[in-house]
């Protein structure tokens, strides 16, 4: 059974840095698009990075501030943030597809339950 389970979120300081984990189990992810996506109340879910071997992909909102990253073994994923804003607040959820990295939601199979990332100003 897959599963993936995040951890590393929240409360903190604007100015601050997060970093948040992906466990994923259940099968081997190293050739997996692996996926940062956040919601926000009342919003959309959006996309926040994405890794595959063939590298990285951030949303213009988080470029230069966050940094995805993976194991050697493929199966945990990172996300460092830093230079945190009261905009960063959301639920933060790992996502992964066996598929192309995307950038769209829908085309992630599996999905954690989520950590919550709270900023304060």
Do not use: H
Request: glycine fraction near 10%; charge should be positive; include cysteine.
């Amino acid at each position: 059974q897959v599963r993936l389970v995040e951890s590393g979120g929240g409360l903190v300081q604007a100015g601050s840095s997060l970093r948040l984990s992906c466990a994923a189990s259940g099968r081997t992810f190293i050739n997996y698009a692996m996926a940062w996506f956040r919601q926000a109340p009342g919003k959309e879910r959006e996309f926040v990075a994405a890794i595959r071997k063939s590298g990285a992909y951030y949303a213009d909102s988080v470029k230069g501030r966050f940094t995805i990253s993976r194991d050697n073994a493929g199966n945990t994923v990172y996300l460092q943030m830093n230079s945190l804003t009261p905009e960063d607040t959301a639920v933060y959820y790992c996502a992964a597809q066996s598929g192309v990295l995307t950038t769209t939601w829908s085309d992630y199979n599996y999905w954690g339950q989520g950590t919550q990332v709270t900023v304060s100003s």
